[in-house]
């Protein structure tokens, strides 16, 4: 079964630096990968895909993530962290080779970020 | 363009008691999901749809069911609420599995 790994339930960074969200996940073949973000008392909201064209992906707010298949990783980065960046975000893998009954999209446990002043 | 709506925003239910979770999208998605979201968890699936009339358990189904009349309507049925179900519900929506979900601001269901 495809498991995510999320290092880090919290990550608290200072205004201005750099943000660095890990995501790892299990799959013997090229998955399609997402990362969400949910501000408090929202649903969730896509920030960046990886569809197995180009690597390195660009999301909204300046988020960006690297597909790395040989590190099965997925790690989602900021240059520089502002105050409204503050919010659960999720990684998630989607299974395409299931098929059928059993696909699903898993998602990780999140990750909490904090900025501070 | 509504995207995906969700009603009631907060519910507390009684142990036992039955109550209708309601998820409308207007984008015309074949597929519908719902998914539950408790502390530190994540998010479980608990049923979908690949499209009207169309329906599959997820990961967590028990305690649950769904109907799928329509394209637009994807509605969770709790049947005998228990503390357990306690958490906040999230229903999404997706044009085919290669794209990205859109998830309505959720229900946050209280059972006491």
């Known amino acids: 079964a495809q498991s995510v790994t999320q290092l880090g339930s919290h990550v608290s960074v200072s205004e201005g630096a750099l943000v660095l969200l890990r995501c790892n996940y299990s799959?013997?073949?090229?998955?399609?990968l997402f990362w969400y973000v949910q501000y408090p008392n929202q649903g969730l909201q896509l920030l960046l895909k990886?569809?197995?064209?180009?690597?390195l992906v660009k999301g909204i707010n300046g988020f960006e993530a690297e597909f790395k298949k040989s590190e099965t990783s997925f790690h989602l980065t900021k240059p520089s962290a502002h105050m409204s960046d503050a919010a659960e975000y999720f990684c998630?893998?989607?299974?395409?080779?299931?098929?059928?009954?059993?696909?699903?999209?898993?998602f990780g446990k999140g990750t909490l970020l904090t900025v501070n002043p | 363009n509504a995207g995906v709506t969700q009603t009631p925003k907060f519910r507390i239910l009684k142990i036992g008691q039955s109550m209708t979770l309601q998820c409308t999208q207007d984008?015309?998605?074949?597929?519908m999901y719902w998914y539950r979201q408790d502390p530190g968890m994540g998010l479980k699936l608990i049923y979908y749809?690949?499209?009207?009339?169309?329906?599959d358990k997820g990961e967590v189904p028990n305690g649950y069911n769904v109907s799928r009349s329509t394209t637009e309507d994807f509605p969770l049925r709790l049947e005998l609420a228990a503390p357990s179900q306690t958490s906040v519900y999230f229903c999404?929506?997706?044009?085919?599995?290669?794209?990205?979900?859109?998830f309505g601001p959720g229900t946050r269901l209280t059972v006491t």
């Open positions: 999404a929506s997706s044009y085919s599995l290669r794209y990205e979900q859109y």
């Open positions: 799959s013997s073949v090229p998955p399609y």
């Open positions: 990886y569809t197995s064209a180009a690597t």
């Open positions: 998630a893998v989607s299974d395409l080779y299931s098929g059928g009954s059993n696909y699903k999209l898993t």
């Open positions: 984008m015309n998605h074949n597929y």
């Open positions: 749809s690949v499209g009207a009339g169309i329906t």
